[in-house]
C-alpha cells in the first residue's frame, strides 16, 4: 500500500521558516508528481505548490518567492521550504503524489499541522 508521510510542521513565529518533508513508499516515485496542499480550518484545501517528474515547479501566488518545493527522487522525498511565514499560512499540508499516465493513481498524505503566531 503506497504511503506518504509528511513531516516537519509545528509553531513557528511571524517571519520565521519551517521545512516540511513528505516520505513516499511503496511507490514508483520518478513516475510520479508531487505537490503540497493545505486546508486552513474552515476553508477548502488548496494547491501550494507542485513538482513535476521533470522538476518543473508550480506555486500559488501567495507563496512565490517564500516557498520552495524539491525534490530526491533516490530518497523518494519531496520538500517545502517556506520562510518569511505569516499567520495566513497556517493549514494543515498535506502531501499529494499523482501520475498523468495513470489518474486512479493520487494518494495523499495524512497531512502536518502549521501553525504561524507569535
Known amino acids: 500500500q503506497v504511503q506518504l508521510v509528511e513531516s516537519g510542521g509545528g509553531l513557528v513565529q511571524p517571519g520565521g521558516s519551517l521545512r516540511l518533508s513528505c516520505a513516499a513508499s511503496?511507490?514508483?516515485?520518478?513516475?510520479?508528481?508531487m505537490g503540497w496542499y493545505r486546508q486552513a480550518s474552515g476553508k477548502q484545501r488548496e494547491l501550494v505548490a507542485t513538482?513535476?517528474?521533470?522538476?518543473?515547479?508550480e506555486y500559488a501566488d501567495s507563496v512565490k518567492g517564500r516557498f520552495t518545493i524539491s525534490r530526491d527522487n533516490a530518497l523518494k522525498m519531496v520538500y517545502l521550504q517556506m520562510n518569511n511565514l505569516n499567520a495566513e499560512d497556517t493549514a494543515v499540508y498535506f502531501c499529494?503524489?499523482?501520475?498523468?499516465?495513470?489518474?486512479?493513481?493520487?494518494?495523499w498524505g495524512q497531512g502536518t499541522q502549521v501553525t504561524v503566531s507569535s
Open positions: 513538482i513535476t517528474t521533470s522538476s518543473i515547479t
Open positions: 499529494n503524489g499523482n501520475r498523468s499516465d495513470y489518474a486512479r493513481l493520487n494518494y
Open positions: 511503496r511507490i514508483s516515485f520518478r513516475f510520479y508528481n
